[in-house]
C-alpha cells in the first residue's frame, strides 16, 4: 500500500513539473523577446551587459524546461542502443560552469572500447547530472570529483559501469538506509526526489545503482549495465 502511495504521488509531480514547465515557457519567451527587443535601442556598454547576462539566464531556464518536457514526453520505449560516454560528456559540458564557480575538479577517465547499452537519451542524462549534482552539493567547494566507464566483471556477470566519486562530506551509516527512498532528502530546501527518480529510471534499463560511501571522505556511485539483460521492460 506504501509503495502505491509513493508511485501515485511521483506520478502526481511529474504531472505537475510538466504543467509547470508549459506555463513558465511562454512568458519567459516573452521576456527573452523584450529584452532582444531593448538590446537594440540606444544603450551603454554596461546596460548591455546586463541585458546579456539576463538573455544568457533566460537562455538557461529554457534550456531547463525544454529537457523537462523532454524527459516527461519520454518513454522507456525510446531506449536504443547508444554510447554511455557521449552522455557522460554531455553532463560534463553541462555542469563545467558550476564547477568553475565552485572550485570543483571534474576529472573523467572514460573508456571507449566498452559496448553501447540501451537507455533513453534524456532520462540517462538526468541520471548523470543529478549524480554530479550530488556530487557539487557533497563536496560545497574546493574538491574533486571522478567520473569514470569501464568494463567489470561481478558475480559472474560482464558489466558496463559509470562511476562517479566525490572527495566530499560522504553519507552517515544512518542516512545509508534512505536515501533511495521516495522523498528522503537531508537538504533544506531538496525535494528528495533524485535519487530515488534516477533509480526508478535505471529500473526500466535493466540497469542498477548501487554505492559506497565513508563519512568526512566522500561517496562513490556505481550505475551498472548488463548488456545481456538490458533493454526494455514492459
Not at 6 to 12: A, E, R
Not at 161 to 179: A, H, P, R
Amino acid at each position: 500500500m506504501h509503495n502505491k502511495v509513493q508511485d501515485n504521488k511521483l506520478q502526481i509531480l511529474g504531472k505537475l513539473a510538466a504543467s509547470l514547465a508549459h506555463e513558465i515557457r511562454n512568458p519567459l519567451s516573452a521576456i527573452k523577446l523584450n529584452l532582444e527587443f531593448v538590446k537594440m535601442s540606444e544603450i551603454n556598454d554596461e546596460v548591455r551587459e546586463s541585458i546579456n547576462s539576463c538573455i544568457e539566464a533566460a537562455k538557461r531556464i529554457q534550456n531547463l524546461i525544454e529537457t523537462t518536457l523532454d524527459f516527461s514526453r519520454s518513454s522507456i520505449n525510446d531506449c536504443v542502443p547508444q554510447s554511455l560516454n557521449d552522455v557522460t560528456v554531455l553532463a560534463i559540458e553541462i555542469m563545467s560552469t558550476r564547477a568553475k564557480v565552485l572550485n570543483i575538479s571534474v576529472i573523467d577517465s572514460l573508456d571507449y572500447t566498452i559496448p553501447s547499452v540501451y537507455f533513453n537519451k534524456n532520462q540517462m542524462l538526468q541520471v548523470v547530472l543529478n549524480l554530479m549534482t550530488n556530487a557539487f552539493e557533497a563536496i560545497e567547494k574546493n574538491g574533486t570529483v571522478y567520473i569514470k566507464t569501464y568494463s567489470e566483471k561481478l558475480d559472474g556477470n560482464q558489466l558496463i559501469t559509470l562511476e562517479v566519486e566525490d572527495t566530499g562530506k560522504g553519507i552517515s551509516e544512518e542516512n545509508k538506509e534512505k536515501i533511495f527512498n521516495d522523498f528522503y532528502t537531508n537538504k533544506k530546501h531538496g525535494t528528495g526526489l533524485g535519487l530515488s527518480v534516477c533509480k526508478m529510471i535505471l529500473d526500466g534499463f535493466n540497469a542498477s545503482m548501487t554505492f559506497e560511501s565513508q563519512l568526512n571522505k566522500g561517496t562513490r556511485f556505481f550505475v551498472r549495465f548488463n548488456p545481456n539483460n538490458n533493454g526494455v521492460t514492459e
